[in-house]
């Protein structure tokens, strides 16, 4: 997705601020969500909590927002915040700020809520002040106890009094001076009826296919049948593939985005499309995490680890050099003289130590090694195919 609302860091309690941790920007699709809380270790012990760093447009929401529980309902939260633009921003500030202070709790569930109520309220930026509202009522008639004032006599009108009237009357609130808020209908409950489970998608890959200076662009689910590539050609009025260019936007295996939108032929993204499909579940972490330990970025190596996964031993148990070291311990000492040591043990420095002696080598997914006990090599970057073609 590229409209980024949150920036935020995933990370899982069981070992305070040492647990393993996963950044990620909000609105996230499924497979990213599925990867940050793999990478977190999220069902396996342990408190997951999620931290937002940063609120782009939306700072106002700083105090409403600390670290969440559910990285699926903040997420939800993005998406529609995604679908606000220019006043409507400023009207669910306006919403916010009218709960603030109402002393309404404000929590996950109400923000969708107030997002999804934009339309219930007006936004006056006549008003950026107590005085500029009070004269913005009462020159338009909004204010019945003015009815029978004489023309000559508003000089000597209070505003400021008549605003604070009006704005204690009806509850709204001021943005930032920039205008003032004010409900007209009721709020909408829409977050009750959401569901949050994880879904998974039809795809493995999913391409952004546009035409060539057309700015017209259409999603192509892979993998697929041929006639689904020839419908998004014909849709976007191109003659052949060779005019036509995409971008990964999703993908099963995040780290490949890049390697599907930098292969130039389609049928060979399909082919690597089905291939991850048909991977098998209790291999993907280990795929995932031989990916990241090979900088794998193009598509045929990616292939060619598919096959290799079998030529390497995966453990979840490794989040870090510390936990490294705590195993080899277990091994070598028993639990008395274990805690004995412990206390004079520098245990990064350690699992470092064992890491580089072991050819382990750490990915966010765990420890992955070769059975032969090589190291893990970088693999190369394969030329890229001439022209967009399909196989």
């Known amino acids: 997705m590229d409209k980024v609302i949150f920036s935020a860091c995933v990370y899982n309690w069981r070992d305070g601020f040492c647990g393993p941790s996963a950044d990620i920007v909000l609105p996230a699709t499924e497979y990213e969500l599925e990867d940050a809380l793999q990478k977190v270790r999220d069902g396996e012990g342990g408190e997951t909590l999620v931290s937002v760093e940063s609120f782009g447009d939306f700072l106002f929401l700083r105090s409403h927002i600390g670290e969440e529980e559910n990285l699926r309902a903040l997420n939800a939260l993005a998406n529609k915040l995604t ?36 339309d219930s309220c007006q936004v006056l930026y006549e008003a ?97 049948g041929r006639a689904a590539i020839d419908n998004v050609r014909a849709q976007l009025g191109a003659n052949d593939l060779s005019v036509l260019s995409w971008r990964c936007v999703d993908c099963l295996v995040p780290a490949l985005r890049d390697a599907f939108s930098q292969e130039d032929n389609i049928g060979y993204a399909n082919h690597t499309a089905k291939q991850l499909r048909d991977l098998p579940q209790s291999d993907l972490l280990a795929y995932k995490a031989l990916v990241e330990a090979t900088r794998c970025s193009d598509l045929s190596n990616a292939m060619r680890l598919m096959d290799s996964v079998d030529s390497y031993w995966f453990t979840r148990k490794f989040d870090g050099p510390e936990a490294v070291a705590l195993d080899e311990l277990s091994v070598l000492l028993g639990e008395n003289d274990r805690a004995t040591l412990l206390p004079f043990v520098e245990l990064h420095r350690y699992g470092e130590k064992l890491l580089e002696e072991q050819n382990i080598s750490m990915t966010p997914y765990g420890g992955i090694e070769r059975k032969d006990r090589q190291p893990i090599q970088a693999v190369c970057q394969e030329p890229q195919m001439g022209g967009m073609s399909m196989m």
Do not use: H
């Not at 006043?87 to 109402?102: K, P, S, T, Y």
């Not at 003015?146 to 605003?163: D, H, K, P, R, S």
């Not at 009357?169 to 001076?177: P, S, T, V, W």
């Open 83 to 118: 679908t606000l633009e220019g006043w409507q921003i400023d009207a669910f500030e306006g919403l916010v700020r009218i709960d603030e202070n109402n002393g309404v709790g404000i929590d996950i569930p109400r923000l969708y809520d107030l997002a999804s109520s934009v």
């Open 128 to 224: 950026t002040d107590l005085a500029s509202l009070g004269k913005f009522y009462a020159e338009n008639g909004f204010v019945p106890e003015l009815e029978n004032v004489q023309e000559q006599a508003w000089g000597f009108l209070n505003f400021e009094a008549i605003g604070k009237l009006m704005a204690d009357r009806e509850c709204g609130a001021f943005i930032r001076e920039r205008g003032y808020v004010v409900r007209i209908d009721d709020l909408k409950e829409e977050f009750k009826d959401l569901d949050l489970t994880p879904k998974k998608p039809d795809y493995t890959a999913l391409l952004e296919v546009s035409i060539m200076d057309s700015g017209q662009s259409m999603t192509l689910e892979l993998p697929c």
